[in-house]
Nanobody, 127 residues
Framework: QLQLVESGGGLVQPGGSLRLSCTGSGVLLDRHVVGWFRQAPGKEREAVSCLGTSGGRTNFADSVKGRFTLSRDNAKNTVYLQMDMLKPDDPAVYYC????????????????????WGQGTQVTVSS
């Protein structure tokens, strides 16, 4: 059964860092685009970033560019979202999902093109 599991969320002070993990089971993540999304209370879910397959193309929302990065560990079947310089605007439940599309900085990330979502991990930024 295909499943994605996020982990790594928590409480961090403004300016701090967290690394979120998205681990796959029943699926080899290095063969798929993996997207990250977030949903804050009272807001719609929004795209954060995506990581392509071979070549590792990425795309980031303007709100996180320069602060968030992506990487893979194929041996662990895991994609990481490194979040640095966290801001008060960043708190949300963060989700990863498998994409049935490609990832490129010139192409908007569309949630409808992603399936098999994880359960989410909470990120809180507070002093």
């Amino acid at each position: 059964q295909l499943q994605l599991v996020e982990s790594g969320g928590g409480l961090v002070q403004p300016g701090g860092s967290l690394r979120l993990s998205c681990t796959g089971s029943g699926v080899l993540l290095d063969r798929h685009v993996v997207g990250w999304f977030r949903q804050a209370p009272g807001k719609e879910r929004e795209a954060v970033s995506c990581l392509g397959t071979s070549g590792g193309r990425t795309n980031f929302a303007d709100s996180v560019k320069g602060r968030f990065t992506l990487s893979r560990d194929n041996a662990k079947n895991t994609v990481y979202l490194q979040m640095d310089m966290l801001k008060p605007d960043d708190p949300a439940v963060y989700y990863c999902a498998r994409g049935s599309t490609f990832c490129d900085a010139s192409v908007p990330i569309r949630q409808i093109q992603y399936d098999h979502w994880g359960q989410g991990t909470q990120v809180t930024v507070s002093s």
